[in-house]
């Protein structure tokens, strides 16, 4: 039998479980967080997972990194078999854990090349790894009116080399393109694809499976892939499926080719389905998978080298996608949190840089700095003064520690209070005033996760490096230093609005465009003639190379003098604009909009403001103790629902008054929401009930009340003022999600299931559902106390600009 840790969700092309659990010759047990399955936890025991008497004969695992192994899974008596694709996704917590495995299985050549420098173990391909989802709808005939489709990570900052593939097709004028930045679900995503002729793949290593491409030819839509792709052994043009090289850049003339053959490239496409569906179903693909395993576990070894247990922890790869459970706030995540938070506490008293960083991390992952800053209750806000001091004493015991520094200051300047972001500033033009050479910087120096601040840090080329210095043992320390440093600069740029930090950024990493972006507005803004030409340079290379071409086009156009476009090229660029507003779909944000706090501001300079020992650093264990206290108070919030309003950066930043120059009813909002956020609830109220009183009906000040009200257990207070807001607006899902929380806690079984029925009709994948779904389910034996149904909505201020 076989002990396997694979997705915990039945659906997609990971989905082999299934198909594995339909052979007959084997009996397989999985390890996951589905009901049905063995129950993994954080920080599990593998041996608590089958019988001494009865071992599994094996132990298989797919995509290790996205799973939170056994801490102790070498004490298996049985060969230990990985499966791996996003090995580098977080070099940085994965190698560790790679080190554990007796045989590792990739896709192609290219992975091999890769993890065979990264472990000791025997590595081998096997391209079937994946398979097409099951549920996948079957193929019927139909027209199909799409040319051109891609979905995904289409302008992310993690991959802004798709910017080199797709730019170029986005210009072809004649056809019918759609791009959807994000994911789709799925019944929109097989409707597009049902009516796509052409798709293409770019995988950052070109031979290796492409899952998107799976889907596409097996709902009959023409597929371009990379040269010498692994799909090529299954299908080729024959079978729909073309090859383009991005060096080449011939991409679009394979696409031009089949949409000018339609006729002939559809039967060849319904070929290609009909192969990949039979090919990778998940009976055969899952069946297949099983006997390679076996085949890898039968083989000869010699003793298995214990990894330690003390270089293992579990702390998340990704802020919150991946595969785990994480879409509810008794999420797996929280778990993960508390388990880990007690585990390093005792590591992280001793203030070692290693251990507090990971400490830090851990709590302000959990948070959604998009969404945090209006929503963060009371307990969440001291949650992150008191991490954000333990950072500090940290950087004062080891001041040349450069991540440890960096981290402590990115956190500070997206969730810190005014005091704390002016210290961060301090230190960050301290850091960037020394020589380079003077800083400490250990590649496994953790820098958080790719979708961390993703606009703020050139994350993908840094661990890019790391992994190239594991797998080479290359020197990379210097080029490591000047990202962080260039991210510094950046930070520095936007507080400061000094030239010489956005110059600085962009000559540290000039490939990271969202540097380059900035200094070519700061030299617009300069209003310097000799400046332009530069800033006409960056925005060229920007516009026609880049995940930014939209925001460089847009200030192209507002160019002064000789270098603003001509009327022709004005018309050009503008309607290439218009058609990628009608060709782009943003399912998700194309960078994760962390907005930046305001400093305490003194003077002109930040140096002036606030000295290092303003702030007063209370002792290490005593301050740990209060952290673990007030996380346990504090769900995630990136389940807290809610529309969340731009925490302002301030007019002390811009050298004006607060707020100057807004209507009374602005001013009241305004004040009302920075009282909020400092935790003064019920003054917050005072003012909201004066806005209220200028216009009774204003829906964000309605929704506001009702969330501080239900904050300070008014709960009959709380839903009045909601269902106040929607007798006028009861499309209001906000509100109704109000309710339904205020229902629970006051035990309203019928107000509850009508508001929780309403919210599911105005908004079916709102976060708060899947904690609400729970909810009545086990409300025959009683609702669920506060600490299970979630948070009201935020208080909501409308759009104001600083």
């Given amino acids: 039998w076989v002990l396997a840790q694979h997705p915990w969700r039945r659906t997609g092309t990971q989905d082999l479980l299934t198909g594995m659990e339909q052979d007959p010759k084997f009996e397989v047990h999985n390890l996951s967080f589905h009901p049905h399955d063995l129950t993994n936890q954080p920080h599990a025991d593998v041996n ?5 008497q009865h071992p599994p ?9 996205w799973h939170l192994l056994p801490p102790n899974l070498v004490e298996l008596p049985c060969p230990i078999i990985g499966q791996t694709a996003d090995y580098d996704l977080h070099i940085q917590a994965l190698y560790p854990w790679l080190q554990l495995f007796d045989e590792m ?3 192609d050549g290219d992975e091999w090349k890769d993890v065979c420098r990264l472990v000791s173990a025997p590595v081998s391909t096997f391209p079937k790894s994946f398979c097409v989802p099951r549920k996948m709808p079957s193929l019927v005939p139909g027209r199909r009116d799409i040319d051109f489709f891609i979905s995904g990570t289409v302008k992310s900052p993690y991959n802004p080399d798709k910017a080199l593939l797709l730019n170029p097709v986005m210009r072809m004028a004649d056809l019918k393109i759609l791009m959807v930045q994000g994911y789709a679900n799925n019944e929109a995503y097989w409707s597009c694809l049902a009516r796509a002729k052409v798709s293409c793949t770019y995988t950052r290593r070109p031979k290796n499976t492409p899952t998107r491409g799976l889907e596409a030819l097996a709902m009959g839509c023409a597929l371009v892939v990379q040269q010498n792709n692994v799909l090529t052994l299954f299908a080729g043009e024959k079978e729909g499926v073309l090859t383009y090289s991005l060096e080449a850049g011939d991409l679009g003339q394979s696409i031009r080719k089949i949409v000018g053959n339609w006729q002939e490239f559809e039967k060849r496409a319904q070929m290609g389905a009909a192969t990949i569906r039979r090919e990778f179903s998940a009976r055969l693909a899952g069946s297949q998978y099983l006997r390679f395993a076996t085949f890898l576990a039968a083989r000869p070894r010699g003793p298995r080298c214990k990894a330690g247990k003390q270089d293992l922890d579990q702390r998340r790869m990704v802020k919150w996608k991946g595969w785990l459970p994480s879409d509810e706030a008794v999420s797996v995540f929280v778990r993960l949190r508390k388990a880990n938070l007690t585990s390093w506490k005792n590591r992280a008293a001793e203030l070692h840089p290693h251990w507090v960083n990971l400490f830090c991390r851990e709590i302000f992952l959990s948070m959604e700095a998009d969404k945090v800053h209006g929503q963060m209750s009371l307990s969440q806000r001291k949650l992150v003064e008191k991490t954000l001091q333990l950072y500090r004493i940290c950087c004062a015991r080891f001041p040349k520690s450069l991540i440890l520094n960096f981290n402590w200051i990115r956190n500070a300047l997206h969730f810190g209070m005014p005091e704390e972001v002016s210290l961060a500033l301090l230190a960050a033009e301290r850091i960037c005033g020394e020589p380079p050479g003077e800083w400490e910087l250990d590649v496994f120096d953790d820098v958080y996760t790719w979708d961390f601040c993703n606009s703020f840090f050139n994350f993908r080329r840094y661990t890019d490096l790391v992994t190239e210095h594991l797998m080479t043992g ?13 991210s510094l600069h950046y ?4 507080y400061t609005n000094r030239r010489e930090h956005f110059q600085r950024a962009a000559s540290l990493d000039p490939d990271f465009p969202y540097y380059r972006l900035l200094y070519a507005q700061a030299l617009l803004a300069r209003e310097d003639e000799n400046e332009w030409p530069r800033a006409h340079e960056l925005l060229v290379d920007l516009a026609e190379n880049s995940i930014l071409d939209t925001e460089a086009y847009n200030l192209l ?3 002064p003098g000789i270098f603003r476009p001509g009327k022709k090229d004005s018309l050009h660029i503008r309607t290439f604009l218009d058609s990628l507003r009608e060709r782009v779909i943003i399912a998700e944000p194309i960078a994760s909009t962390y907005s930046l706090q305001p400093a305490q501001l003194g003077g002109t300079s930040i140096s002036s403001s606030l000295s290092p020992g303003d702030l007063p650093l209370p002792d290490p264990q005593n301050l740990i103790q209060e952290i673990l206290q007030l996380s346990c108070l504090s769900p995630e919030s990136r389940f807290f629902v809610g529309i969340p309003f731009a925490h302002l950066i301030g007019a002390s930043l811009l050298g004006g008054g607060g707020g100057a120059g807004l209507a009374p009813m602005q001013q009241l909002k305004q004040q009302a929401i920075d009282l909020y956020n400092q935790g003064a609830l019920r003054r917050a109220e005072e003012l909201f009930r004066q806005a209220l009183a200028l216009d009774p009906n204003d829906p964000d000040v309605l929704l506001s009340l009702g969330k501080i009200c239900y904050d300070q257990g008014k709960d009959i207070e709380a839903l009045r003022l909601l269902k106040a807001l929607l007798a006028a607006r009861p499309e209001e899902a906000e509100a109704w999600a109000g309710v339904a929380l205020v229902a629970l806690r006051l035990k309203e079984h019928g107000a509850f299931a009508n508001a929780r029925k309403q919210l599911a009709t105005l908004n079916p994948r709102h976060p708060l559902l899947p904690t609400l779904e729970r909810a009545a389910l086990r409300s025959g034996g009683g609702f669920p106390g506060k600490s299970e149904t979630g948070s009201m909505p935020p208080p909501r ?6």
């Fill in 491 to 494: 930070y520095l740029a936007h």
């Fill in 557 to 559: 156009l507002e160019m």
């Fill in 105 to 107: 299985i990739v896709c």
């Fill in 48 to 52: 608590k997972f089958y019988s001494r």
């Fill in 474 to 486: 290359k020197e990379v320390k210097s080029d490591l230093i000047d990202l962080v440093l260039a």
């Fill in 797 to 802: 201020s409308a759009p104001l600009r600083p």
């Fill in 57 to 65: 004969d094996f132990y298989l695992c797919q995509m290790v990194e």
